[in-house]
């Protein structure tokens, strides 16, 4: 039987999902196919509206080996699994022969676990298990969400938390879910053969696409402890976000509270003298952290060191009794020691990692209103970790709307731990520590040129570190009136989105202002594009995270370059590292950094053919510093002014245009 060309199951797909085939999605897919078929690795750039997905899941299926798709965001994980693999799985049907299997993969706490759903949830003051459900009232909030969480476990196929609607709250999900340290395990378990978990496990071991996320993918690469089926093909997809889900699974943190909890399970469970010695050392290191300041530790101090020694060697002790001793007198004693070991262990390994402190690590303090001090420990750079664990015995595909910054693939290259573009060939042959790849930018079926403006008030002032900025409000009030509403605010905090809402909805009432975290990020956007007046302001999330095709979002406005803040620890830290072997911290860190935000931020504007509207950034270094052609460079390429009246002129012209068609 003759094989289908790569071609013919493309434009079966894209025919499937009602779409049009486009070359940069030809182009993808045939890159794609190439690095699968020669085991290489591959970073591509697509950009919004290539129909990046099915370019990189046709080759996939029709690979014939098992291949993980791992995403950042639940959002794209749904989509895949629920609108794209199926429908591109009936269309090749046909072609292939076969109809491949495919499935979803998460962490463990994110099934229901039917162990503390009928067995209880260890407590921290008693021996035993506690139920939950009696003990919550059944007209609370937390007593409803409990009660309708046993309901539908015996409905439910997946235990998926993401399939129950609508949700429930955290607190609630907590008391019938488990992270893998506190799992029995599915031999030990009464529950092992129901497990949702493991079902989910096994279902993802005969499939041949299997749907990820980051944060899973880093836990098998990083932990020698293989949660992901075996293959030879991974993709990555929003592939900008990987080295800061990897770094946050890397990091490692101690409060008092977590060390207290710890000392509280483990009491029962071993003798007097041992848990006395967790209860001392707890002590000393809740007095510590009560004085502690915010910023990083270059040094450890002594009085930490002795603080967190005695932590270290306590909770040694601690687990070594625990693994020693039997008390049968402690209701399912099991699922109670196994909870006070995870804690335990965790206390030890960060106050061990944080005395032994290597080179390679950071070491911080952080302080929170609601929670108090914490310290926090994170590698200095996960891009050895990456190049040694990521690229071996697999071919890794990696792709984004934004991997080209300043216009090549380097610096997001080296954050993966990539030699640059054009050396690591070369090398290879040489060493393993140069993986082959290549870089391909698909381009995007968008003309920005003629559907996008990117304005740079080049005439406010610079910004400061603090201190409000009245032109920049005049300026950011002018573009809302004269956009007829219509506008995404990108603040790089949330005080500088909350200022501006508060003087903006005084100023100019006739526009409504929607602001981050005064409601769902999910309400607010579908109210955001309901209506062509409301505005909507806020911080990280909306930088990354808004879909508004149409003209509910015809002005996108930064305030500012979003630099990381001096005092970051670990960004400054990481510049530092730059600097002292002889590079340019600035570019390679902060400006990197910037870089990737404000390409993201910018492509929220054009989301579909007929999009047109203005990238304000109203932060004038984007137009007078040396390194803003390096920012704009990573920026879709859209018509550059600095003109004011121009861009007014501009943004009357479609405000008015989109009103005439009646929207």
Not at 319 to 325: D, I, M, P, Q, Y
């Amino acid at each position: 039987m003759t094989k289908p060309s790569l071609s013919d199951l493309l434009h079966a797909a894209v025919t499937a999902v009602g779409g049009m085939e486009r070359p940069g999605q030809v182009a993808m897919a045939e890159a794609v196919a190439e690095a699968f078929s020669d085991g290489s690795h591959l970073l591509v750039q697509a950009g919004t509206g290539t129909g990046k997905s099915l370019g990189y899941l046709v080759p996939a299926l029709a690979h014939g080996e098992p291949v993980v798709v791992a995403t950042a965001t639940l959002a794209l994980q749904r989509q895949l699994v629920e609108r794209d693999l199926p429908r591109t799985v009936e269309a090749l049907h046909p072609l292939l022969r076969r109809r491949p299997e495919f499935a979803m993969l998460k962490g463990r706490s994110n099934y229901l676990c039917l162990h503390r759903l009928h067995e209880g949830m260890p407590q921290d003051e008693e021996d035993g298990l506690f139920d939950q459900f009696e003990a919550a009232l059944p007209t609370s909030r937390l007593g409803q969400d409990l009660l309708r969480l046993r309901d539908w476990s015996q409905e439910t196929e997946t235990g998926d938390r993401d399939d129950l609607s609508p949700g429930v709250s955290d607190r609630a999900w907590s008391q019938v879910a488990v992270a893998s340290r506190e799992c029995l395990g599915a031999t030990r378990c009464a529950y092992g053969q129901e497990c949702f978990a493991e079902l989910a496990r096994e279902r993802a071991k005969l499939s041949e696409v299997v749907v990820t996320n980051h944060a899973l993918l880093a836990i098998d690469a990083l932990e020698n402890a293989p949660v992901l089926p075996k293959h030879e093909v991974l993709i990555v997809d929003e592939a900008h976000e990987l080295v800061s889900r990897v770094t946050g699974v890397a990091t490692g943190e101690l409060t008092p509270g977590q060390v207290n909890r710890a000392v509280r399970r483990a009491a029962k469970l071993v003798d007097e003298k041992t848990a006395d010695q967790l209860q001392t050392a707890a002590e000393g290191f809740e007095r510590l952290m009560e004085l502690a300041l915010p910023g990083r530790l270059e040094t450890i101090p002594e009085d930490l060191q002795y603080a967190l020694m005695a932590l270290r060697d306590a909770a040694r002790a601690v687990v070594s009794r625990l693994g020693a001793t039997r008390d049968r007198s402690v209701q399912d004693e099991d699922a109670v020691r196994k909870q006070a070991l995870a804690a335990v262990e965790n206390v030890h390994g960060v106050a061990e990692r944080v005395t032994d402190l290597s080179e390679f690590d950071v070491v911080w303090y952080e302080r929170h209103d609601r929670f108090g001090a914490s310290l926090r420990v994170a590698p200095m750079s996960v891009s050895g970790l990456l190049r040694e664990r990521l690229f071996s015995d697999r071919s890794v595909v990696l792709t984004s709307a934004t991997l080209k910054l300043g216009g090549d693939f380097n610096g997001v290259g080296a954050s993966l731990g990539l030699a640059a573009e054009g050396v690591a060939g070369s090398q290879a042959a040489e060493s393993e520590e140069s993986p082959v790849w290549k870089g391909v930018d698909v381009g995007s079926p968008f003309a920005y040129r003629r559907q996008g403006i990117l304005y740079v008030a080049k005439h406010l002032s610079r910004p400061a570190r603090e201190g409000g900025r009245e032109d920049m409000l005049d300026e950011l009030a002018e573009l809302i009136q004269s956009a007829g509403g219509r506008t995404l605010g990108l603040f790089s905090s949330m005080r500088g989105a909350q200022s501006a809402a508060e003087e903006l909805r005084a100023r100019i009432p006739e526009f409504p202002i929607l602001l981050q975290g005064e409601e769902t990020l999910g309400e607010l956007i579908k109210n955001f594009a309901a209506d062509a007046k409301t505005c909507l302001f806020g911080t990280l999330s909306l930088w990354q995270g808004v879909d508004v095709p149409g003209p509910g979002c015809q002005l996108v406005v930064m305030d500012k370059i979003p630099f990381p803040r001096p005092d970051d620890p670990l960004m400054s830290a990481r510049q530092k590292a730059v600097e002292s072997g002889g590079g340019n911290g600035f570019m390679a860190v902060a400006a990197t950094h910037a870089a990737l935000l404000m390409a993201q931020g910018a492509g929220r504007l054009v989301r579909a053919m007929g999009d047109r509207g203005v990238v304000a950034v109203l932060d004038p270094r984007l137009a007078t510093a040396r390194y803003g052609s390096f920012l704009r460079a990573s920026m879709p390429d859209f018509w550059y002014t600095t003109d004011r009246n121009q861009v007014r002129r501009s943004l009357a012209a479609i405000d008015e245009a989109a009103k005439k068609e009646g929207l």
